[in-house]
């Protein structure tokens, strides 16, 4: 089984921070994926990545996937309340049942107003 | 579109009782899969379905059955349930088997007596 480390696993912060939820994993990932969750719900895509370095912005969340496509980090500037939700990093890797999805075990973040 | 849809909503069972946990999609999406979500370990794929006729086991299959019969459902049986089964459970749904989306359901949350 492959594993994907996801940290922090809580994070509380006030309205107007940064923060950066990392996602790790010692296989290569074909491509990586976000999500967010909101209670109650299933989780949404937020974006995809498929090239080692690329970065892409949504707004004020920034994703950014590692030269050597084992890492990612998501940055959020300026987080507000709405922000607040459980985020999931989600990988596909390399080779056989390359299909199958492998998350993290996500970040629960709190925006507090 | 109603995208993915699951039902029930919620249920409570007793140990050792059976009961189908129903997943459909309008999306005509060949792929097709079950997670569940416990707290603190992510989601966990319990079996997907690359299309009709066609399943497969996830990490976490013991206990539960699938089948695939139509390219719209994806039910889920529990044969006999147990406490462990206790947790939320989602379906999925994509048009990729290489990558894209996962579009999910809104979740069943069950309970084991």
């Known amino acids: 089984t492959q594993l994907l480390e996801q940290s922090p696993q809580f994070l509380s912060i006030q309205e107007g921070e940064n923060l950066t939820v990392y996602c790790n994993s010692s296989?290569?990932?074909?491509?990586l994926q976000w999500y967010r969750q909101e209670p109650g719900e299933g989780p949404v895509l937020l974006v995809t990545?498929?090239?080692?370095?690329e970065v892409k912005k949504l707004k004020r969340l920034t994703f950014q996937f590692g030269d050597a496509r084992k890492d990612s980090s998501l940055h959020i500037t300026a987080a507000q309340p709405g922000d607040t939700g459980l985020y999931l990093c989600?990988?596909?890797?390399?080779?056989?049942?390359?299909?199958?999805?492998?998350f993290g075990k996500g970040t629960k973040l709190s925006v507090i107003p | 579109n109603a995208g993915v849809t699951q039902t029930p909503k919620f249920q409570v069972l007793k140990t050792g009782q059976s009961m189908t946990l129903q997943c459909a999609q309008d999306?005509?999406?060949?792929?097709m899969s079950w997670y569940r979500q416990d707290p603190g370990m992510g989601l966990r794929l319990i079996h997907y379905?690359?299309?009709?006729?066609?399943?497969d086991q996830g990490e976490v299959p013991n206990g539960y059955n699938v089948s695939r019969s139509t390219t719209e459902d994806f039910p889920l049986r529990l044969l006999s349930a147990a406490p462990s089964q206790t947790s939320v459970y989602f379906c999925?749904?994509?048009?990729?088997?290489?990558?894209?989306?996962?579009?999910f359901g809104p979740g069943t949350r069950l309970t084991v007596t």
């Open positions: 999925a749904s994509s048009y990729s088997l290489q990558g894209g989306e996962q579009y």
């Open positions: 296989s290569v990932f074909s491509s």
């Open positions: 990545v498929v090239t080692g370095g």
């Open positions: 989600a990988g596909r890797y390399s080779g056989a049942g390359s299909y199958q999805l492998t």
């Open positions: 999306m005509n999406h060949e792929y």
């Open positions: 379905s690359v299309g009709a006729g066609i399943t």
